[in-house]
Structure formats: structure tokens, C-alpha cells
Nanobody, 122 residues
């Protein structure tokens, strides 16, 4: 699976952004899809994931209620809608995919996109 993330940018605190991730290659609907982020000097951390069909989602506590992950298997796309953004959300955001549910460690995800930078100004 090849993944390519896009949609990052500069936004003021309280604003919104929608990240997109385009998938190609193997049957994307066979894989769980997730988003991770990495801030400067910090480890890559889990943000959100969605099941193969899109029916179940789960989130890191830090983004719960503000971010929404979704997918469109017909278009081979995954999205991350980010609302009420905070300066601490500033990071490079990566989409990733894996087999199996409930994984939160970046080492458990096999396929990765190149990352898109989100900067939230105060």
C-alpha cells in the first residue's frame, strides 16, 4: 500500500483543517487506517484509527472530541478532520495502515505516507 498525505498548513488556534490521505496499491479496504503525528523533539504518537469498513473509530485522549477520522474505500481515501486546533497540535501528521485492530504503536503500522506539516499559531 502506498500512502500520500496532504492538507497541512498554518492555522490559528481554534481553527480547523482537514487532512487527506490517498492510498494506492493493494486493496486498501483490507487494512485498518490510522493517523499519527510527530512534534519536533518528540516521539511519533498515535492520533486516531478507523476500521477497514469505517464503522469503528478510536482516538488519543488528547484529540477526542476535536478530531474525526473517516475513510472512503471507494475512493481509497482517509481523512482527518481537525477542529478547535491548539498550538500543541503542531506536528507533522502521517497516515499509516496495518492489519488488525486496536494498534496504537507506530511500530505496529506497516505502511506510511510521507507526512504533512500542521502548524497552529497562538
Amino acid at each position: 500500500v502506498q500512502l500520500q498525505a496532504s492538507g497541512g498548513g498554518l492555522v490559528q488556534a481554534g481553527g480547523s483543517l482537514r487532512l487527506s490521505c490517498a492510498a494506492s496499491g493493494r486493496a486498501f479496504s483490507d487494512y485498518v487506517a490510522g493517523w499519527f503525528r510527530q512534534a519536533p523533539g518528540k516521539e511519533r504518537e498515535f492520533v486516531a484509527a478507523v476500521t477497514r469498513t469505517g464503522g469503528i473509530t478510536y482516538y488519543a485522549d488528547s484529540v477526542k472530541g476535536r478530531f474525526t477520522i473517516s475513510r472512503d474505500n471507494a475512493e481509497n481515501m482517509v481523512y482527518l478532520q481537525m477542529n478547535i486546533l491548539k498550538p500543541e497540535d503542531t506536528a507533522v501528521y502521517y497516515c499509516a495502515s496495518t492489519r488488525g485492530w486496536g494498534k496504537r504503536l507506530h511500530t505496529e503500522y506497516k505502511y506510511w505516507g510521507q507526512g504533512t506539516l500542521v502548524t497552529v499559531s497562538s
